[in-house]
C-alpha cells in the first residue's frame, strides 16, 4: 500500500502562486507514475498533470499548461505542483496521485492511491 499526504493549498489571489507538496509513504519504492487531479465545485474530477518515475516525461492538462509545473524528488517520496498565474477557474479541492505500473496518464483508473486532496481557493 502507498499513503499520500498532501498540503499547501489556502487562499491566493488571481495571478499569485502556491506550491503544493504531496508525500508519499508505504511502498514508495514500487511508485511509478504520479500525478494531479482537481475537482472544482460541481464539476467532474480532472487531470491536471502527471510525471513518469524518473521525471523524464511530463504531461499537462491543456487549461494548465505553461502556467503549472510537476516535478518530483524521489530521494524524499515527495512530489511537487509549482502553480502560477492562478486563476479564479483554478479554484478547486488538489489530489495527489500514483500507480505502480504505467496506464494512461489522464485516466482516474490507471492511480490506484489518492490523497486526501487540499484546497486551493483563487480569489478574483
Known amino acids: 500500500q502507498v499513503q499520500l499526504a498532501e498540503s499547501g493549498g489556502g487562499l491566493v489571489q488571481a495571478g499569485g502562486s502556491l506550491r503544493l507538496p504531496c508525500t508519499a509513504s508505504g511502498r514508495t519504492f514500487s511508485i511509478a507514475n504520479m500525478g494531479w487531479f482537481r475537482r472544482a465545485p460541481g464539476k467532474e474530477r480532472e487531470f491536471v498533470a502527471a510525471?513518469?518515475?524518473?521525471?523524464?516525461?511530463?504531461y499537462y492538462a491543456d487549461a494548465v499548461k505553461g502556467r503549472f509545473t510537476i516535478s518530483r524528488d524521489n530521494a524524499k517520496n515527495t512530489l511537487y505542483l509549482q502553480m502560477n498565474s492562478l486563476r479564479p477557474e483554478d479554484t478547486a479541492v488538489y489530489y495527489c496521485?500514483?500507480?505502480?505500473?504505467?496506464?494512461?496518464?489522464?485516466?482516474?483508473?490507471?492511480?490506484?492511491?489518492w490523497g486526501q486532496g487540499t484546497q486551493v481557493t483563487v480569489s478574483s
Open positions: 510525471i513518469s518515475w524518473g521525471g523524464s516525461a511530463t
Open positions: 496521485v500514483a500507480s505502480h505500473y504505467g496506464g494512461t496518464y489522464y485516466y482516474t483508473e490507471t492511480y490506484p492511491y
